[in-house]
């Protein structure tokens, strides 16, 4: 039990290390276009988002494909070096869970080197959140909880993805792209009450949650992707090269 426990937060804590490296390359270049676009695009300009919001579309995107990443690498590297799944499997979803709040925290702390800067100056930081956090009068605590889950959920889409393929071969990778997709749709139903890409064009009547609400919804989708990993992992083939 203590050699499972001693992996899994060895795991948990290589894991967190390495992808946090590839988001301290994500977080400046987000940052320098938040800084750069909104004096060349006017739509952009109009939202004047808080930073924490203009990161958080991004980070969608960037958690999607260090899932995918991650897992296709990292999986086969710690199985064959005699990791079991499981301890793999707990490590990854911890490590992923630190990343994803980790970078909405480094973007808090840039935002609030902005906000800083406007109170000794001329600059005016921008404060807007996303529209369906407009009814809370945080723009810390709830948004970097909020980011966070979600986030989680695009990095457990990008897992899916790589274990299909890994497991099942070219179609049921393919499959697993779709169960990807809705998993997505889903996550982003509960908190922004429209369906995302590629489904962004149905209209689906979805009522507006309370916060509460789609916090425990969220961690119920966080809860059932990790448990559809697990299953799909438990018995995977690992090839030894």
């Known amino acids: 039990m203590t050699n499972g426990t001693s992996n899994i937060g060895k795991i948990a804590k290589d894991l967190f290390f390495i992808q946090i ?3 301290l390359w994500f977080i400046p270049i987000v940052f320098a276009v938040y800084l750069i676009v909104p004096h060349f695009v006017k739509d952009v300009a109009e939202l004047n988002l808080h930073f924490l919001s ?3 579309q991004p980070t969608k995107i960037f958690m999607l494909v260090i899932g ?9 590297y710690f199985v064959s070096n005699g990791i079991t799944r499981k301890d793999y499997f707990y490590g990854a ?16 702390i840039l935002a609030g080197i902005l906000e800083l800067i406007g109170a000794f100056s001329n600059y005016q930081p921008s404060t807007s959140t996303m529209e369906f956090l407009q009814s809370t009068s945080s723009i ?9 889950f979600i986030s989680i959920g695009y990095y457990i889409s990008g897992w899916m993805i790589a274990l299909g393929f890994y497991r099942f071969g070219g179609w049921g990778g393919m499959g697993f792209i779709l169960v990807a997709i809705l998993y997505i749709n889903l996550t982003d139903l509960i908190w922004e009450g429209h369906a995302s890409h590629p489904f962004g064009w149905l209209n689906i009547p979805f009522p507006d949650l309370p916060l509460p609400v789609s916090l425990i919804g969220a961690l119920i989708f966080i809860l ?9 992992s438990k018995r995977i083939t690992i090839a030894m090269e």
Do not use: D, N, Q
């Open 93 to 108: 979803a911890i490590g992923s869970a630190t990343v994803a709040f980790g970078i909405m925290f480094l973007s808090a």
């Open 224 to 232: 059932l992707g990790f448990m559809v990993i697990r299953k799909v």
């Open 140 to 148: 810390w605590i709830i948004p970097i909880l909020v980011y966070s």
């Open 54 to 56: 203009f990161i958080y």
């Open 21 to 23: 490296k590839w988001a």
């Open 68 to 76: 995918i990443i991650t897992s296709l690498y990292y999986l086969p």
